[in-house]
């Protein structure tokens, strides 16, 4: 289901930073977690990081820990993913998603709630 939207991709030189933002409702952003994902060109989607929206705590992807920083706005319906530091094979489409459920999924597609996506390309 896509009831999320996703901005604040660009075009960016190695060692930039972006701050993407995951706009929905109380009913996505009331979810057990959310999570956001990356797509790379010619590739399959990974995940990147997640947020347990009651306890707060997060988790990373190896590729982005100390670079990246999910955080989120609950009472606004809004999530964050702070990029610094970015690197060329950060190149990717983003998205977020929120599982709707009492637990955690692992995978892209267990998630209940997604967003079409919004693009972010480094370069050298």
């Known amino acids: 289901q896509v009831q999320l939207v996703e901005s604040g991709g660009d075009s960016v030189q190695a060692g930039g930073s972006l701050r993407l933002s995951c706009a929905g409702s109380?009913?996505?952003?009331?979810?057990?977690?959310m999570a956001w994902f990356r797509q790379p060109p010619g590739k399959e989607h990974e995940w990147v990081a997640t947020?347990?929206?009651?306890?707060?705590?997060?988790y990373y992807a190896s590729s982005v820990k100390g670079r990246f920083t999910i955080s989120q706005d609950n009472a606004n319906d809004m999530m964050y993913l702070q990029m610094n530091s970015l690197k060329p094979e950060d190149t990717a489409m983003y998205y977020c998603?929120?599982?709707?459920?009492?637990?955690?999924?692992?995978?892209?597609?267990?998630?209940?709630?997604w967003g079409q996506g919004t693009q972010v390309t480094v370069s050298s």
């Open positions: 998603a929120a599982s709707g459920a009492v637990y955690c999924p692992d995978s892209y597609g267990d998630f209940s709630y």
């Open positions: 109380e009913y996505t952003h009331n979810s057990y977690c």
């Open positions: 947020i347990y929206t009651t306890s707060g705590s997060t």
